[in-house]
């Protein structure tokens, strides 16, 4: 069983559309959750880090769920510059590790369209 | 703060030669870094992880010996690929990782490098 999983979509939207997203982990010594945004052909960018509380930062809100082992992510108000492949990421601090190590999801595609 | 390059940023290459590709922070000292490989419409994965100045820990079913790590200063590791052939096409991005660079879970990117055996 994989350590993240996301539906990979796609999803296309139009703009201004609310778009959310949803991921599951399976290890729940994971230590700390993180939505990346990947462009086509470029590396992973940091979006926005999922807080226990859930978070918001402009049109994105983000929410965990320990319980359940869930993260989500949504999107307000899509705009066309929002296309991009969203990635679900987890923290898992391996033992003897100040780090941790990265498991990535395989993203989920959103196109939006004007 | 925290930029990490790679170079270079695509490289062609013939089946069975070796390359090299480097990664360096330039804006802080990297005491982990970590590099990755991501086939088309697959998740990033974790190829292996390097301190400075000791050996990296590959992850499992990850060819040492075909993929070379060294982190020979606290802002440069580099990855060789030796031997190359078509199945090593794929995207290489490395990340970087210390106390000093923010949150302690947090990575920063490289661009990556794009590899083509043919």
């Known amino acids: 069983r994989k350590e993240v999983e996301q539906d990979p979509g796609p999803f296309n939207v139009p703009e201004g559309a609310t778009v959310a997203f949803n991921c599951t982990y399976s290890?729940?010594?994971?230590?700390?959750f993180f939505w990346y945004r990947q462009d086509c052909r470029k590396e992973p960018k940091l979006l926005m880090s999922?807080?226990?509380s859930g978070n918001e930062d402009g049109r994105f809100t983000a929410q965990l769920n320990r319980a359940s082992q869930y993260i989500s992510l949504l999107i307000r108000d899509s705009k066309l510059s929002d296309s991009a492949t969203y990635l679900c990421?987890?923290?898992?601090?391996?033992?003897?590790?100040?780090?941790?190590?990265?498991?990535f999801g395989r993203g989920t595609q959103l196109t939006v369209w004007p | 703060g925290a930029v990490v390059s790679q170079h270079p940023s695509w490289v062609i290459c013939k089946s069975g030669t070796s390359v090299k590709i480097e990664c360096r922070s330039l804006?802080?000292?990297?005491?982990?870094m970590f590099w990755y490989r991501q086939f088309p419409k697959q998740s990033l994965m974790l190829m292996a992880t390097?301190?400075?100045?000791?050996?990296?820990?590959?992850e499992q079913g990850v060819e040492k010996d075909k993929f070379l790590i060294n982190h020979a200063s606290l802002t440069l590791s580099t990855l060789t690929v030796t031997s190359a052939h078509p199945e090593d096409s794929s995207f290489y991005i490395c990340?970087?990782?210390?106390?000093?660079?923010?949150?302690?879970?947090?990575?920063?990117f490289g661009p990556g490098t794009r590899l083509t055996v043919t």
């Open positions: 290890n729940s010594a994971s230590q700390s």
């Open positions: 390097s301190n400075e100045g000791s050996k990296a820990t590959y």
């Open positions: 990340s970087a990782s210390s106390p000093t660079s923010g949150s302690r879970y947090e990575q920063y």
């Open positions: 999922v807080y226990s």
């Open positions: 804006d802080f000292q990297a005491t982990t």
């Open positions: 990421v987890v923290n898992i601090l391996d033992r003897g590790s100040t780090l941790g190590r990265l498991y």
